[in-house]
C-alpha cells in the first residue's frame, strides 16, 4: 500500500473484487449519506471492510419486510409478488452468493421483491425500508435508496420501482415481530427509472469509469480526514504512510523492544531451567512407549503432560548428494530475518 500526496492509496489490484451493488452505486456517485466513496472503495477492492453485526435496526428490517410483502399482496392485490425463494429456491443466499446479477460483471447486489405480470415476467422492483426517521421520507425518497432500486431495476430491464418505507416507533424495535403494517405507518411510493433518471446509462457509464480508474487501476478516490478518519487510523496503523514514516516505526519498535527486555530480565535461568526439565520429562516418557501406544500422559498438580508418538517423512540428502541429484533438485529460497542489535553496547 502506497500512500500519495493526493490524499489517496494505492493498492495492488485486486484479483476477486466485490461487485457494485446499489447501495456501493449510491455511495459512488457522492449520494449515500453512511457511506463515502473511499469507504466503498475499501470495501469493494477488500483493503478494509468494517465487520458487520446485526443491530436492533437490521433485525427490524428483516422481521418486518415479509410484513410489508404481505400487505402489498393484500392492500395493491399484488397476486404476482414474488420472493428471492420464489425465483431462487431455498437456502438462495447461498446459492447466489448474495449477488443476484452473476452474469453482470461489476454490478451486483439483491433486490428485495420483484411483481410478475401474468407473463411471468418481472415488471417491477420493490425494495422494503423501515426507519424511525420519517423526516427523511417528508418531500421525497431519500436519493441513495433510490438509486439503490434504479440499478436493480435497470439491471433487470425493467422501467417501474415502488419504495415501500414502513415508520418504526421504540416499541417496534423492542418488539418488530409486533408490528403490522398498515396506511398510518406504511407509505408507497412508485416511480419509472426513465423519468426520475433520464440520463441513467450515464450513471452507469460513470460507475464504469470510476472501477476503471479506482478498482482495476488500484488508485482510491480523495479520503476525506473527517469522514473517513476510522478507517484511516486503522490503515495507518497498520500500513507505513506520510503521517508515520519509517523513523517514527523504529522510534516505536525500540520503546517495545525496551519493554519486552525488561520485562524477560531475571527469567533466563528459569527459562534455561525449564527447558532441561522438559527434555527430562521427555525423555521418561519416551522410554514408556510400547508397541501400538501412540500417546504418553504424565499427570502433575497443574497440569498434564502429554507426549505423543509422530512419524515424519525424512529425505535421504547423503545418498542424493552420492547419486548426484541433491543439487539437481534443490532450489534457492530467499528470505529476510531481522535481528536488532543493541548500539548501547556498540555491537
Known amino acids: 500500500m502506497e500512500w500519495l500526496d493526493t490524499q489517496q492509496i494505492k493498492i495492488v ?41 446485526d443491530t436492533i435496526y437490521t433485525i427490524a428490517g428483516k422481521t418486518i419486510e415479509p410484513k410489508q410483502a404481505e400487505y402489498m399482496r393484500r392492500a395493491y392485490f399484488m397476486t404476482g409478488l414474488k420472493t428471492p425463494t420464489d425465483v431462487f429456491g431455498e437456502n438462495y443466499f447461498q446459492k447466489t452468493w448474495g449477488d443476484f446479477f452473476g452474469d ?26 423501515t426507519t424511525k426517521r420519517s423526516e427523511d421520507w417528508e418531500n421525497d425518497i431519500p436519493e441513495y435508496y433510490a438509486l439503490q432500486a434504479a440499478l436493480y431495476a435497470y439491471l433487470l430491464g425493467v422501467d417501474s420501482v415502488m419504495m415501500v418505507a414502513s415508520f418504526l416507533e421504540d416499541k417496534d424495535y423492542k418488539s418488530p415481530e409486533a408490528f ?45 480526514e473527517k469522514k473517513d478518519a476510522d478507517i484511516l487510523k486503522v490503515l495507518r496503523t ?66 498434564r503432560w502429554d507426549v505423543s508418538r509422530t512419524t515424519t517423512n525424512k529425505i535421504d540428502k547423503d545418498r542424493l548428494k552420492a547419486d548426484g541429484l541433491l543439487s539437481q533438485y534443490t532450489i534457492p529460497e530467499i528470505g529476510y530475518r531481522l535481528t536488532t542489535a543493541s548500539i548501547k553496547e556498540g555491537k
Open 13 to 53: 489490484p485486486p484479483k476477486k473484487p466485490k461487485k457494485i451493488t446499489g447501495t456501493r452505486f449510491a455511495a459512488i456517485m457522492g449520494k449515500n449519506a453512511w457511506n463515502t466513496p473511499f469507504k466503498t472503495w475499501c470495501e469493494i477492492t477488500r483493503t478494509y471492510e468494517e465487520p458487520f453485526e
Open 104 to 129: 453482470v460483471p461489476i454490478f451486483g447486489g439483491m433486490w428485495d421483491y420483484l411483481l410478475y405480470d401474468e407473463n411471468s415476467k418481472p415488471t417491477t422492483v420493490l425494495e422494503m425500508k
Open 180 to 224: 403490522v403494517p398498515s396506511s398510518s405507518n406504511t407509505i408507497v411510493i412508485p416511480f419509472k427509472v426513465s423519468e426520475r433518471y433520464p440520463d441513467f446509462d450515464k450513471l452507469v457509464k460513470k460507475a464504469e469509469k470510476w472501477w476503471k480508474s479506482c478498482v482495476e487501476g488500484g488508485v482510491s478516490p480523495v479520503y476525506d
Open 238 to 303: 497498520n500500513n507505513l504512510n506520510p503521517e508515520s514514516d519509517i523513523a517514527a516505526l523504529i522510534a516505536e519498535a525500540e520503546e517495545c523492544k525496551e519493554i519486552l527486555n525488561r520485562a524477560y530480565m531475571g527469567i533466563e535461568e528459569t527459562e534455561k531451567r525449564y527447558k532441561t526439565l522438559t527434555n527430562m520429562i521427555k525423555e521418561y516418557a519416551v522410554n514408556q512407549f510400547q508397541d501400538g501406544v501412540e500417546k504418553v500422559s504424565l499427570k502433575g498438580s497443574l497440569y
